[in-house]
């Protein structure tokens, strides 16, 4: 390999860079040395890897509710704990909001409120040159039996569908759901979504859990919960980007 061909390498892909220099070091140094950058290197995984979170709603716009419990204020709170830890791993995280309000106010046009929110989250997303895109919503449903996390995709997109699948196997795993014995065993959800059909980066929309369940309803205000939510989440992260980089 000749030093351009390593240059190339270096460039488009800084896990390649840290690798090679590894490789450079295990020449040079002495094992504990060595074994600090291996160390470096696995608490780190999403090096070079841009991620866009989007908490869905905010503002004026509460997204769903039970009472005084409103969608956009879980959304916004788990998404700004997958941010830090996503941070910790490594990874460039653009948020679409960080406090509560409503994008609309961003995109001059003739449409909805609603509609020009998500134009706003769009344009975010495209001109970020993000990797990934993770939508959070919660779900609610006539139906208050239904309960856990779905993840949704554009249909016909296959990294998306990739992720979405093996996301929702994650989520499926959640510990909190196995302590009351309760199983879920959702699957990935296809469909149209405005947001995921119109950005560039594969993305998904992860739905919490039913705001229209009790059970999810108490979870999804409880840390330890929102903790392992956010915890799967990014072990789902990892393994796609392990998997498509193969």
Partial sequence: MNRSTVFVI????????ILFFVIVLALSLNSNTIQNVVNIIKISPLN????VIDPGHGGIDGGTNIGEILEKDINLTIGLKLKELLMKKGATVIMSREIDESLDDRIIGNGSRHREDLEARVQIV???SADLLISIHVNHIKNKNKIGPIIF???DNEKG???AEHMQEYLNDI?????????VKHGATS????ILGNTLPPGIIVELGFISNEIDRELLLQDEHQNEIVEQITKGIIYYFNKVSE
């Fill in 161 to 163: 569908k990739y992720l």
């Fill in 191 to 194: 469909g149209n979504y405005y």
């Fill in 48 to 51: 070079n890897k841009v991620i």
């Fill in 153 to 155: 995709y554009q249909t």
């Fill in 175 to 183: 510990s909190t759901y196995k302590k009351m014995d309760i199983e």
């Fill in 126 to 128: 495209n001109e970020s």
């Fill in 10 to 17: 270096v460039k488009r892909n800084m896990r390649y860079y």
